[in-house]
C-alpha cells in the first residue's frame, strides 16, 4: 500500500484542518488505518486508528472529544478532522495502514508526512 497525505498547514489556537490520506497500490479495504504525530526530539506518537471497515475507532487522550478519524473505502481514503487544535497539537503527521484489520499494532506502510503548526 503506498499512502499520500495532504492536508496540513498552519492555523490559529481554537481552529480546524482536515488531513487526507489517500491509498493506492495493494488492498486497502482490509487494512486497518491511522494518524501518527511527530515533534523534533520525540517519538512517533498514535493519534487515531480505525479498522478496516470504520466500524471501531480509537483516539488518544490528549486528542479524544477534538479529532475524529473516517474513511471512505469507495475513495481509498482516510481522513482525520482536527478541532479545537491547540499549540501542543503542532507536528508532522503520517498516516499508516496496518498489516490488520485494526490500527495500529502492526504498521506496515507508512505516509510521506504533513506538516501541521498551530499559532498561539
Known amino acids: 500500500v503506498q499512502l499520500q497525505a495532504s492536508g496540513g498547514g498552519v492555523v490559529q489556537a481554537g481552529g480546524s484542518l482536515r488531513l487526507s490520506c489517500a491509498a493506492s497500490g495493494r488492498i486497502f479495504s482490509n487494512n486497518g488505518m491511522g494518524w501518527f504525530r511527530q515533534t523534533p526530539g520525540k517519538e512517533r506518537e498514535l493519534v487515531a486508528g480505525?479498522?478496516?471497515?470504520?466500524?471501531?475507532?480509537s483516539y488518544a487522550d490528549a486528542v479524544k472529544g477534538r479529532f475524529t478519524i473516517s474513511r471512505d473505502r469507495a475513495k481509498n481514503t482516510v481522513y482525520l478532522r482536527m478541532n479545537s487544535l491547540k499549540p501542543e497539537d503542532t507536528a508532522v503527521y503520517y498516516c499508516?495502514?496496518?498489516?490488520?484489520?485494526?490500527?495500529?499494532?502492526?504498521?506496515?506502510?507508512w505516509g510521506q508526512g504533513t506538516q501541521v503548526t498551530v499559532s498561539s
Open positions: 480505525i479498522s478496516w471497515n470504520g466500524g471501531i475507532t
Open positions: 499508516v495502514a496496518d498489516r490488520r484489520a485494526m490500527c495500529c499494532g502492526s504498521p506496515q506502510s
